[in-house]
């Protein structure tokens, strides 16, 4: 143990001795050194590994999935207009839904929100400034809206000129359900410009 601390103690004197451009290039490269060792070690580390492989595998699962589409999903509008958006769903049909909207309460108002043809059960529909909240379900056995994409139509109309507007999803509290699985794969956006 003394020989250890006797070359310790050596080392750090020759560090002492180093002239300051010496010390500050080693000083560099043992940061450089400390941080890649960091870096390598986050990309092997198993939990690393374990994420990326649920994710893939999550993936590779539910190729397909649910997607949530506003339509019109670009649209011009004059201030005090109003206009039908109607949410509509592609691939795989889920059972319950939960949609949670975005929007900017000073450029749009929400005028009404209704249940479109897919679920036969409305549990929640509720319109919050600068957010909506809907909810339904389809009851075992029913066939409601089998051949129908529309989950919901939401009325809004044009408050104040604005280049661009966005209503979109909320993306943790947005759920296409199935067996107890959230199969959305993909909620597009739709984008309002507003002129007077």
């Known amino acids: 143990m003394t020989g250890f ?33 960091i870096i390598v070690g986050m990309l092997l580390s198993p939990k690393f590994k374990t994420t990326q492989n649920q994710n893939q595998v999550a993936l590779q699962n539910n ?19 109003e206009i ?6 592609k691939g795989d049909r889920p059972t319950a839904m939960d949609i949670a909207l975005s929007y900017d309460p000073t450029a749009i108002n929400v005028e009404s929100v209704l249940n479109g043809e897919v679920f036969d059960r409305e549990i929640i529909n509720k319109i919050e400034k600068g957010k909506i909240m809907f909810s339904a379900a389809q009851s075992p056995g029913e066939n409601k809206g089998k051949n129908s994409s529309r989950i919901v139509t939401v009325k809004i109309k044009a408050l104040k ?11 943790n509290q947005t759920i296409a359900a199935k067996s107890g699985e ?14 007077d």
């Open 63 to 81: 190729p397909k999935g649910t997607i949530l589409e506003i339509s019109p999903r670009d649209h011009i509008m004059k201030v005090g207009e």
């Open 5 to 37: 601390l006797d070359t310790v103690s050596h080392d750090v004197q020759d560090f002492k001795n180093l002239n300051s451009r010496s010390r500050n290039i080693f000083i560099v490269q043992i940061l450089v050194l400390m941080t890649v060792s």
């Open 161 to 171: 000129k604005i280049q661009e507007t966005k209503i979109s999803f909320i993306e």
């Open 182 to 195: 959230n199969i959305l794969s993909k909620a597009q956006e739709a984008i309002i410009h507003i002129f």
């Open 84 to 89: 039908d958006l109607e949410i509509n769903l």
